[in-house]
């Protein structure tokens, strides 16, 4: 199994930033990757970034340019800094992992995520 925490989440203003963070611990062979979704109201959870342990990332189309992910697999550690954030960023913000387990196949667990608000 793989716990995760999130922190950092909050209500800022436009333009204002915020850096989340999340914190892995379990009991696991390896992690895979580890990233960030979001949930905005009313629509689906989509992809904000994603960093492999090899260190290669991925983002959204939504957030490029704006916001930065980085991870530290010695520390089980991701975070993802947000910048010059818009109100289109509202949202809750979900922490996830892609595990080794004793099992065939990898699984992802998600953290319980963290509110961001942004508005004027």
């Known amino acids: 199994q793989v716990q995760l925490v999130e922190s950092g989440g909050g209500a800022v203003q436009p333009g204002d930033s915020l850096r989340l963070s999340c914190a892995a611990s379990?009991?696991?062979?390896?992690?895979?990757?580890m990233g960030w979704y979001r949930q905005r109201p009313g629509k689906q959870r989509e992809l904000v970034a994603i960093?492999?342990?090899?260190?290669?990332?991925n983002y959204g189309d939504s957030v490029k340019d704006r916001f930065t992910i980085s991870g530290n697999y010695v520390k089980k550690m991701v975070y993802l800094q947000m910048n010059s954030l818009e109100p289109g960023d509202t949202a809750g913000y979900y922490c996830?992992?892609?595990?080794?387990?004793?099992?065939?196949?990898?699984?992802?667990?998600w953290g319980q995520g963290v509110q961001v608000t942004v508005s004027s």
């Open positions: 960093v492999g342990n090899d260190y290669s990332i």
């Open positions: 996830f992992a892609r595990a080794q387990l004793a099992t065939p196949v990898p699984s992802v667990y």
């Open positions: 379990g009991r696991f062979f390896e992690l895979i990757s």
